[in-house]
């Protein structure tokens, strides 16, 4: 069963900075992208990157965010830096969508990891 495991969430003050990282089996043959969903809204896409290492990214983020991939571990990685209160909420990672069916990911959303950004 694929899984997707993401982590390296925390408590930082703004300004400051993290870095998440996310590990699926699946990844050297997707484009993934990491979404967040803050509390009381919906889950957007804030970064994305292709399998040739072509990157996309909100608004919100850019200039601020980095994202990266290590195919060779599977793993995906987001850089955050100048961090605002704003960039509070849970941090997944993904496939993109029209794509998750045939990996059996059409509902699936890892455990998330928590990013809070205190003012």
């Known amino acids: 069963q694929v899984q997707l495991m993401e982590s390296g969430g925390g408590l930082v003050q703004a300004g400051g900075s993290l870095r998440l990282s996310c590990a699926g089996t699946?990844?050297?043959?997707?484009?993934v992208g990491w979404y967040r969903q803050a509390p009381g809204k919906q889950r957007e896409l804030v970064a994305r990157i292709t399998i040739g290492g072509d990157t996309s990214y909100a608004n919100s983020v850019k200039g601020r965010f980095t994202i990266s991939r290590e195919n060779a571990k599977n793993t995906v990685y987001l850089q955050m830096n100048s961090l605002k209160p704003e960039d509070t909420g849970v941090y997944y990672c993904n496939i993109d969508e029209y794509r998750r069916p045939y990996f059996g990911l059409s509902d699936y959303w890892g455990q998330g990891t928590q990013v809070t950004v205190s003012s």
């Open positions: 699946i990844f050297r043959l997707n484009a």
